[in-house]
C-alpha cells in the first residue's frame, strides 16, 4: 500500500489528484484482506482510468485491478466461452480473440481500458456492443467479498448502461471475472458502419476477415479520437441522447441535414451529441488548459495541467448551451469522482 499517491498516469484525463492510499491486486484473496482488514476506509476500484473524472483527492484507498487470467471453459465446434479476469486489457483480449479467429468483439478494438469495467457502461463501438457475447458477470460483494454471478439477463444492458451503474449499485460489486462467447466459424461481420466499409474499400479488402475490421477500426479511431497518452481526454464526454419521433421531425424542420438513428424502442431515435455540440460552436474552443476536440466534438480535452473542476466546468457550459438551443438534455457518459 501507498501512501498520499499521484493519480495522475493512472486517469486518462492526466487530471493531478491524490489518493489517501493506493494498493494493485493481482488476486480475489489480496480483495478480500482489504476489506476484512479496512472495513470504514472508503475504497474505489480502477480500471483503466479510461472514464473517470477525479474533481477532488481521494480520501479512501484506490484499488487497482490487476486480477489477470484468461481460460476457455466451453467449446463447440462453432463457439467457445472464455472467461476472462477483470485486470486483462480489453485490447490486448480483442486481439488475442482476433488472432486466434474468434469473432465478435473485433469492432470494439482499441477501446482503452480493463476487460472487468466492459460490462458496466456495455462498451460500444462501430456497430457493435460488448453485451451480445457476455454471458456470465462474476462479482464479488464490496463489503463481504460474497460472490455473485448475473448472467447476461440479469445485467439488464442498454446502450451505454446495465445494472452496474445504477446509483444503488455504484461501488457495491466488484467485477472480477467475465464469460464472453465468440464466433469460431460463421463470423457475423458487422460492417454497416460507413467509415468501416471506406477503409476496407480503399485497401481492396473483399473478403474482409476479422483482423481486417480490427485494422479498419484501429484505422478510424487513430484518425479522430485524440491518443490518452498525448492528450488528456476520456473518449466521449456525453452520452448521445435519444429523443422522440416528434421532437425528431421538429429538429429536422430546421436542420434537415441532422443525422439521427433508428433505436429498438418504438419512435425513439438517437442523435449525435457530437453533431449538436459542433452546430452550437463548440467544436475545436479551447478555454485555457480545456477545449473540445477539433476533430470529434463529443471529446473534451485536457491540454495539460487542468483541473477535474476546469474539465467539469466545460461540460457544464456546454450542456447548458445545447439544453438552451436545442431543448435537448445531454447527460455525461464519464464518471465523476
Ligand atoms: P475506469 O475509468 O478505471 O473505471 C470506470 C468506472 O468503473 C469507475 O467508476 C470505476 O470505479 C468502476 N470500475 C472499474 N473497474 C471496475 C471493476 N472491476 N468492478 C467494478 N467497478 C469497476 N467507451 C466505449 O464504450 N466505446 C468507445 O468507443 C470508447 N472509446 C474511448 C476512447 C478513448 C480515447 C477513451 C479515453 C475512452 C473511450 N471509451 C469508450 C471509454 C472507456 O474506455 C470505457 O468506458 C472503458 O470500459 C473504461 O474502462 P476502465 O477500466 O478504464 O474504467
Ligand atoms: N458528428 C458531428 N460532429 C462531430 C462528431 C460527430 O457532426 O464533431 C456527427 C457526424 O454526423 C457523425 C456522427 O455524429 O457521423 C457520429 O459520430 P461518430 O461516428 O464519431 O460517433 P459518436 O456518436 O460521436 C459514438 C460513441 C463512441 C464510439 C463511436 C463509434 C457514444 C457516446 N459514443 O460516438 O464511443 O467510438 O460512436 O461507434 O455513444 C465513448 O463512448 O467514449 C466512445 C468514444
Redesign the pocket.
Known sequence: MQKNFSLKPY??FGVEVKADWFTDIDSEEQLLTIIDDLPEMPK?????????LFLKDFKGIVIH?NIKGKKIIEETETHITVAVK??EN?HDFVMWAVENNYGGIEN?A?????V???P??????YGAEVKDVITLVH?LNMTNCVPKKFDNTACQFKY?DSI?KKPEN??L????EVHFKLTKKHHILKMDYGAIQEVLKQQNKLQPNLEDIAQAVIKI?QSK????NKTG????FFKNPYISDRKRRQLLLKYPDMPFYKTNQKEVYKIPAGWLIEKAGWKGQQFGPVGVHPKQAL?IVNYGGATGKQIKALADKIIADIKQKFEINLHP?V?F?
Open positions: 486517469n486518462t474505489l476500484i480502477l480500471g483503466g482510468g479510461s472514464n473517470i485491478n477483470g485486470g480489453w470494439l482499441l477501446i482503452p481500458g480493463k472487468g469495467t466492459a458496466i457502461q456495455n462498451i460500444g463501438a462479482t451505454r452496474f455504484k461501488g460489486y466488484f467485477i472480477n479511431r479520437l485524440p491518443d490518452p481526454n476520456a473518449g466521449s471529446v457518459e464518471n469522482i
